[in-house]
């Protein structure tokens, strides 16, 4: 594993995530956010789109790149709201590691109203996957991709 950036390493490989890789092209990568441990608290659906040059923000990319980027961030909110997902929250923070990783949150409908879009994936019943079924889960997932 690199000691420089947790992205790049999930990139690579040397970071394992749930399941692999949904989608990698030359430009962006998708794929389910890992929790390295305890590996039975990972959230559904959260998935990060990256792109895969070292790039701190949406500033940096190139036009290619947005475009990538963009186009990946729609086609998994779709595949999330075809899962049934019936909201995809898409966040931007970058505060912990200096790689753009976009946010897809996905809101379950057992979610309840009082329950906000920050707390979706921490609140008592919200949809947790151990390793084996988040794989499980980014299988079926991949599968609904018919863009
Ligand atoms: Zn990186």
Same mark, same amino acid.
């Given at each position: 594993?690199? $000691?420089?950036?947790?992205?790049? $390493?999930?990139?690579? *490989?040397?970071?394992?995530?749930? *399941?692999? %890789?949904?989608?990698?092209? $030359?430009?962006?990568?998708?794929?389910?956010?890992?929790?390295?441990?305890?590996?039975?608290?990972?959230?559904?659906?959260?998935?990060?789109?990256? +792109? #895969? #040059?070292?790039?701190?923000?949406?500033?940096?990319?190139?036009?290619?790149?947005?475009?990538?980027? *963009?186009?990946?961030?729609?086609?998994?909110?779709?595949?999330?709201?075809?899962? *049934? /997902?019936? #909201?995809?929250?898409?966040? @931007?923070?970058?505060?912990?590691? $200096?790689?753009?990783?976009?946010?897809?949150? +996905?809101?379950?409908?057992?979610? +309840?109203?009082?329950?906000?879009?920050? %707390?979706?994936?921490?609140?008592?019943?919200?949809?947790?996957?151990?390793?084996?079924?988040?794989?499980?889960?980014?299988? /079926?997932? @991949?599968?609904?991709?018919?863009?």
């Amino acid at each position: 594993m690199s $000691d420089t950036c947790l992205v790049c $390493d999930e990139i690579s *490989g040397a970071v394992p995530v749930p *399941g692999e %890789h949904l989608e990698t092209t $030359d430009l962006v990568t998708v794929f389910q956010c890992p929790v390295l441990a305890p590996a039975t608290d990972i959230y559904a659906g959260y998935l990060f789109v990256v +792109p #895969r #040059r070292h790039v701190a923000g949406f500033s940096g990319l190139t036009d290619t790149e947005a475009a990538a980027v *963009g186009l990946a961030i729609a086609h998994w909110s779709k595949a999330l709201e075809l899962a *049934g /997902a019936e #909201r995809v929250y898409v966040v @931007r923070t970058g505060h912990a590691v $200096d790689h753009l990783h976009v946010h897809l949150i +996905p809101r379950w409908p057992e979610t +309840p109203k009082e329950v906000s879009w920050l %707390h979706v994936d921490d609140w008592d019943g919200a949809r947790r996957l151990d390793s084996a079924d988040a794989a499980e889960f980014v299988s /079926a997932l @991949r599968a609904t991709r018919s863009f």
